[in-house]
């Protein structure tokens, strides 16, 4: 079955560090583009970046450039999306969704969903 | 950037035709997709492409574009139906994403 798990709920402080993962499995993992989504609670889907993981070739939305990093342990069939100094405006739910075809020619498909992270920012 | 703008809610009766619209400039070059996010879960891609619906989702799904205009449209909607439906496509201006805002479709 092809599947990306996500890692399980995090609760911080503001100011602390936080990295979350999305394992792939079932597939060649090294083929397709993952892509980070954050839903804010009760908004909707936003965008926030793209990695590949054979290269770590990566794009960030500008809404999020410079807020979290992007990074990948192929080895391990592994996506991370990590923050260096959270805020309580981080507070969402994280997906990571695998990009369905390449990224330049691609109709910006995600065909397969992680389950979720909830992240909790509060002092 | 671009941006995608649907209806915050529509409704429809139980069996009936719904459709709910998507519009943005990208879409006059970029098909848009479509998801279904059901309460307390991930999204699922729903609609791809010109009109295609990955294995195991019903035919009562259809897409459909016009101008910058793209539409998901449920004949005969069901009770399971009722969740929140977002497209998306990419950016005209570069390799970025676009989703649109989400319609909370409401069946009655």
């Known amino acids: 079955e092809v599947q990306l798990v996500q890692s399980g709920a995090e609760v911080k402080k503001p100011g602390k560090s936080l990295k979350i993962s999305c394992k792939g499995s079932?597939?060649?993992?090294?083929?397709?583009?993952i892509a980070w989504v954050r839903q804010m609670p009760g908004k909707g889907l936003q965008w926030m970046a793209i990695?590949?993981?054979?290269?770590?070739?990566?794009r960030y939305s500008p809404s999020f450039q410079g807020q979290v990093t992007l990074s990948v342990d192929k080895s391990i069939s592994t996506a991370y999306l990590q923050w260096s100094s959270l805020k309580a405006s981080d507070t969402a739910i994280y997906y990571c969704?695998?990009?369905?075809?390449?990224?330049?020619?691609?109709?910006?498909?995600?065909?397969?969903w992680g389950q979720g992270t909830m992240v909790t920012v509060f002092s | 950037s671009s941006e995608l703008t649907q209806d915050p809610a529509v409704s429809v009766a139980l069996g009936q035709t719904v459709r709910i619209t998507c519009q943005g400039d990208?879409?006059?070059?970029?098909?848009a997709n479509w998801y279904q996010q059901k309460p307390g879960q991930a999204p699922v891609l729903l609609i791809y492409?010109?009109?295609n619906r990955p294995s195991g989702i019903p035919d009562r799904f259809s897409g459909s574009r016009s101008g910058n205009t793209t539409s998901l449209t449920i004949t005969g909607a069901q009770a399971e139906d009722e969740a929140d439906y977002y497209c998306?496509?990419?950016?005209?201006?570069?390799?970025?994403?676009?989703f649109g805002g989400g319609t909370k479709l409401t069946v009655l």
């Open positions: 969704a695998r990009l369905w075809g390449p990224l330049d020619t691609s109709g910006m498909v995600f065909d397969i």
């Open positions: 079932g597939y060649s993992f090294t083929s397709y583009w």
């Open positions: 990695i590949h993981p054979d290269d770590s070739d990566t």
């Open positions: 990208s879409l006059r070059n970029y098909y």
């Open positions: 492409g010109k009109n």
């Open positions: 998306n496509s990419r950016d005209s201006s570069d390799n970025h994403v676009v």
